[in-house]
């Protein structure tokens, strides 16, 4: 059992520059899901994807937010001309329908 | 999802039992209670889930009450790893399970 892993583990960028972050789920599970932790809060749910479509975003999914998941295995997470709040770490989860999440270790992203 | 209360600390003694309090009085008959724990500077880890019916695994034990307003996680000989914030997360896992809420979590610390 590899897990989910996540790339990379920490990004350092300048406010207005654009990050992609990419996460790999446990083999053979059909739903990923991304999240978004700040510091001191529980992680908060970003979005959701079935095999390759996206079946959820939530609100807090800014139209400078992006995510994919082309082939129904990795996903990617893309955030455009970022600002200072979007400092936070990005965890990325999958599971197999009806079973429990498994995440990664996240990307903790850094806006100077 | 119906919320969920939990104290913002608690301390146990090494090799101690670790019992977790958890109150979701709004739980409604199809939602299951989860439990995460989250070391730090990782990712949430899944402990263990259930419906109405006490729950075991290698890790730790579910204590769900008859009315399902409340329930204890039990770590039955806490180490000095088990230090983690713990979260307790009740969600309708039938099919729908996609999104994890996660509040604030207990910060558990096993102390020597």
């Known amino acids: 059992d590899t897990g989910v892993s996540q790339n990379p583990r920490h990004k350092i960028t300048k406010r207005g520059q654009n990050v992609t972050f990419r996460c790999d789920p446990i083999?053979?599970?059909?739903?990923l899901y991304w999240y978004r932790q700040t510091l001191g809060q529980g992680p908060e749910f970003l979005t959701y994807?079935?095999?390759?479509?996206?079946?959820?975003k939530s609100r807090l999914l800014s139209d400078r937010f992006s995510a994919e998941r082309p082939k129904g295995s990795f996903s990617t997470l893309e955030i455009q001309r970022t600002e200072q709040g979007d400092s936070a770490m990005y965890l990325c989860?999958?599971?197999?329908?009806?079973?429990?999440?498994?995440f990664g270790d996240g990307t903790r992203l850094s806006i100077l | 999802d119906a919320k969920t209360t939990q104290p913002p600390s608690m301390d146990c003694a090494e090799g101690r039992a670790a019992n977790l309090p958890c109150n979701h009085s709004?739980?409604?008959?199809?939602?299951?209670v989860y439990w995460y724990r989250q070391i730090h500077s990782q990712g949430p880890q899944y402990i263990i889930h259930?419906?109405?019916n006490n729950e075991t695994n290698e890790m730790a034990s579910l204590i769900i009450t008859e009315d399902r307003k409340s329930s204890t996680l039990i770590l039955p000989h806490a180490t000095l790893r088990d230090t983690a914030v713990y979260y307790c997360?009740?969600?309708?896992?039938?099919?729908?399970?996609?999104?994890?809420?996660f509040g604030k979590g207990t910060l558990l610390t096993v102390n020597p």
């Open positions: 989860a999958s599971s197999l329908s009806n079973q429990p999440q498994h």
């Open positions: 083999s053979e599970h059909n739903r």
């Open positions: 994807f079935q095999n390759e479509a996206q079946l959820e």
């Open positions: 709004t739980i409604s008959g199809n939602e299951y």
């Open positions: 259930g419906l109405k």
């Open positions: 997360i009740v969600t309708n896992s039938g099919g729908s399970n996609y999104k994890l809420t």
